[in-house]
């Protein structure tokens, strides 16, 4: 069976979070560092999700050997 290229999805930016200004409050800071957090596990699991197909396709294909 001939391995279908299904393409890779866009990642999530995820920025490092830097020292907060004065400004800022701590509500908004955690904000931020919660979404950066969601947007690396999703990009985790894309990319999990991605080694499963290619590893499920490579053993499709070299079974007959």
Known sequence: MAYKA????ALFPVYLG???SASI???TYDS???QN???LNQNLE???N???ELESAFAE???GE
């Open 61 to 63: 294909h070299t079974e």
């Open 25 to 27: 409050d701590r509500d």
């Open 18 to 20: 830097r020292m907060p």
């Open 32 to 34: 931020g560092v919660s």
């Open 6 to 9: 299904t393409g890779m999805q």
């Open 50 to 52: 991605k080694l499963l």
């Open 46 to 48: 894309l990319l999990y």
């Open 37 to 39: 957090e969601n947007n």
